[in-house]
């Protein structure tokens, strides 16, 4: 399974560019899957007040809900992404896009808006490429790609990763 991480400032275009590798994934019959790393604090919305969450109040240490192609699980435990990576390979992903978890150590395109991003360059680990609207001015050893070229990244994350 190759996984990708997508990691920039807030407000950034992380969404948008992962939803935009996930249709393109899917264009191409790849199967894939993503995680977001729910960076606000606090829990995830959408879970509170239902069975499984009143199940795993009650002890459970994994609840899940089944209904309609959706599974959700909640859980007591703090999971760290490559103890959900696993879970992911049981449904035979092909390509794992992971939005956020910044100080993980998987391949990452790191998102720059504007010039003070420049600094995420200097404090993160395996990056593999750019994506900017900037003119890039740096001498950068890395591939740099502008927003607009998803197609151009797609098929270098799928060559490279």
Same mark, same amino acid.
């Given at each position: 399974m190759k996984?990708?991480?997508?990691?920039?400032?807030?407000n950034?275009?992380?969404?948008?560019l992962?939803n935009?590798l996930l249709q393109k994934?899917?264009?191409?019959?790849i199967r894939?899957?993503? /995680?977001k790393?729910h960076?606000?604090?606090?829990? %995830?919305?959408g879970?509170? =007040?239902t069975?499984?969450?009143l199940?795993?109040k009650?002890?459970a240490?994994?609840?899940?809900?089944?209904g309609? =192609?959706?599974?959700?699980?909640?859980?007591?435990? $703090?999971w760290?992404? %490559?103890r959900?990576?696993p879970i992911?390979?049981?449904?035979e992903?092909?390509?794992l896009i992971?939005?956020?978890?910044?100080?993980?150590d998987?391949?990452?395109?790191?998102?720059?808006k504007n010039k003070t991003d420049w600094?995420?360059i200097e404090?993160l680990? =395996?990056? $593999?490429a750019i994506?900017?609207l900037?003119?890039?001015k740096k =001498?950068?050893d890395? %591939?740099?790609?502008?927003?607009?070229? /998803?197609?151009?990244?797609?098929h270098? /994350?799928?060559k490279t990763v």
């Amino acid at each position: 399974m190759k996984i990708i991480q997508i990691v920039g400032y807030k407000n950034s275009g992380k969404t948008t560019l992962v939803n935009q590798l996930l249709q393109k994934s899917v264009a191409y019959g790849i199967r894939v899957a993503s /995680i977001k790393h729910h960076g606000h604090g606090g829990k %995830p919305d959408g879970y509170e =007040n239902t069975d499984s969450e009143l199940h795993r109040k009650s002890g459970a240490i994994i609840a899940g809900v089944v209904g309609e =192609n959706a599974f959700q699980l909640t859980t007591t435990d $703090c999971w760290e992404l %490559p103890r959900l990576i696993p879970i992911y390979e049981l449904f035979e992903t092909e390509l794992l896009i992971v939005e956020g978890f910044k100080q993980e150590d998987y391949k990452k395109i790191v998102l720059i808006k504007n010039k003070t991003d420049w600094k995420l360059i200097e404090t993160l680990s =395996n990056i $593999c490429a750019i994506v900017t609207l900037l003119d890039v001015k740096k =001498n950068i050893d890395i %591939p740099v790609f502008r927003y607009s070229e /998803i197609h151009k990244l797609f098929h270098w /994350i799928m060559k490279t990763v």
